[in-house]
């Protein structure tokens, strides 16, 4: 079998393998980030945080919980900013990496695909993506703040705006040529939020634009599993896979898609050879994930939530995590309903051991 795992090198950080988690809001946790590190995932990007906010608290201190990094343990991250003013990334980025909880992060990373409508309406988000100027200004402001520390800068961004405004090859060159030393492409457009297919010709399209530059490109958008991401970097010639929604409650699937880039037989068999399995790293594939390992997962998530955050809010910030957890399992339906309302780490860990013994 061809091998397609291999190191990605954004500018003075490299990535040992080619695989990361996509920034989600709820989802890309430090607790999160360091799960989905043991199964196989190499890189995460933190949920974003507003450049503004930051600039004009003069602190990291009201975003902290969505800034935490682990460098111990969780492997490469980035942090994500988003905004719409160069100024406030200025000021910005040297808030965060002068904070010394967070001084190691490897990567700056900036927002430029979120297609949700608070974030769009002030001028952020994919909403640069039609005002590529601006967008570049915003690059090019961030590059000067981070590279005084290090720090290689990066962007995220959409297919377009719409269907007939399908601009990412050419954005892709911009941000290029205004500084960023790695790309994300989600290929869909604002318009289409997350529904729909995604459209991997333009993540071929836009590395082509690119290709020249040694600029590595993530592909992001319907990679679900082993089999798709080796397609994905099959049908792009995208340098890694960003996988988005499918990871979500499934750290597991890092560990299908790192045997099947790595080419390894054994996967079929339901195990992970030693050739795709870094030492100490666990390995599991998706389909044979049973109720105690799952249910182990879901108490360190919650647990580790409930440390940052205290019982209450990551009891109920856990909850959203849980159902993609149990989602499509038999016989469990019942007991993700009454997970839903659990208030204390008690109740969550009572339901469970039941769910465990659910044959």
């Not at 399992?329 to 007991?335: D, K, L, P």
Request: overall charge negative.
């Amino acid at each position: 079998m061809k091998k397609h795992l291999h190191e990605v090198r954004i500018g003075n950080v490299t990535i040992p393998a080619n695989i990361a988690l996509a920034p989600m809001a709820g989802t890309s946790t430090c607790v999160y980030r360091t799960i989905v590190h043991e199964y196989g995932c190499a890189y995460g990007v933190t949920e974003l945080v507003s450049a503004r906010g930051i600039r004009f608290k003069e602190s990291v201190e009201v975003s902290m919980r969505y800034l935490e990094i682990d460098p111990e343990n969780e492997g490469k991250t980035g942090i994500q900013l988003f905004g719409a003013d160069p100024d406030d990334f200025s000021y910005a980025i040297p808030f965060i990496l002068e904070d010394p909880r967070l001084s190691a992060v490897d990567v700056i990373d900036l927002n430029m695909g979120c297609p949700v409508s608070k974030v769009v309406k002030t001028g952020a988000g994919s909403a640069l993506m039609k005002d590529p100027v601006l967008a570049g200004r915003i690059i090019e402001a961030s590059v000067k703040a981070a590279e005084k520390y290090g720090k290689p800068v990066t962007v995220k961004f959409r297919s377009g705006w719409d269907e007939g405004h399908i601009t990412a090859p050419e954005f892709a060159k911009m941000c290029v040529e205004s500084g960023a030393e790695g790309l994300a492409i989600h290929a869909r457009t604002q318009t289409q939020m997350y529904r729909g297919t995604a459209d991997w010709d333009v993540i071929r399209r836009t590395k082509e634009a690119i290709v020249d530059t040694g600029v590595p490109l993530w592909g992001n958008g319907d990679v679900k599993d082993g089999a798709s991401a080796v397609a994905m970097l099959e049908e792009t010639g995208a340098d890694g896979v960003m996988v988005g929604r499918a990871a979500q409650g499934n750290p597991w699937v890092f560990s299908e898609i790192r045997a099947a880039l790595a080419g390894d037989a054994e996967a079929s068999r339901g195990e992970c050879g030693e050739e795709s399995k870094p030492a100490g790293e666990k390995c599991f594939l998706v389909g044979i994930v049973d109720r105690k390992t799952r249910a182990e997962v879901i108490r360190r998530h919650l647990l580790g939530l409930c440390d940052q955050l205290g019982e209450k809010t990551g009891v109920k910030e856990m909850r959203a995590q849980i159902a993609c957890y149990l989602k499509g399992g038999r016989g469990t339906a019942e007991i993700k309903n009454r997970l839903m309302t659990a208030g204390t780490i008690y109740e969550v860990e009572a339901l469970l051991d039941e769910y465990c013994s659910v044959e």
